[in-house]
């Protein structure tokens, strides 16, 4: 039986991945770059990237879909063209995260309704301040 794609609705959504492994390798440099080729490739190719957060070995976003959009394929096209382009520019990261993925391959989502989305982008802002004050 074929798999079937998942559907999503139109609106918002809270996006969570993270780095291959959970390495803490998204600092400094590397973050700066990162962030960079979110927003070129999302401005290229039309995503809609309201927001986003980088930690060390995580990233949250807060994404538009339009009715004829897969998040599937824009966050497998956002995550792909990203890791192509750090490679490029970081060769010996391939080396520190031990595998020639820069991301993990799944990702986590949620729906946002539109009058929640205010709440949502103070969450991914506050990611630093949180994980600060989390035990352990």
């Known amino acids: 039986m074929a798999k079937q794609k998942k559907r999503h609705i139109p609106g918002f959504y809270h996006v969570t991945f993270s780095s291959k492994s ?3 390798v998204l600092v400094g440099t590397v973050k700066e770059r990162v962030a960079f080729w ?3 490739i999302a ?3 039309g995503i809609g990237l309201i927001e986003y957060f980088i930690m060390p070995d ?3 976003m807060l994404i538009r879909l339009r009715a004829e959009e897969n998040l599937s394929y824009w966050m ?3 995550k792909g063209r990203t890791a192509r382009e750090i490679f490029k520019e970081f060769d010996w ?3 520190d995260v031990g595998a ?3 991301w993990t391959k799944s990702f986590g989502s949620s729906y946002v309704p539109a009058e929640k989305t205010d709440v949502v982008l103070r969450y991914i802002r506050r990611q630093e301040e949180i994980h600060r004050n989390r035990p352990g």
């Open 58 to 60: 995580h990233v949250h």
């Open 43 to 45: 401005e290229d190719k």
């Open 22 to 24: 959970r390495r803490g």
């Open 93 to 95: 990261l391939r080396m």
């Open 38 to 40: 979110f927003e070129t």
């Open 100 to 102: 020639n993925r820069l």
């Open 76 to 78: 497998q096209l956002l």
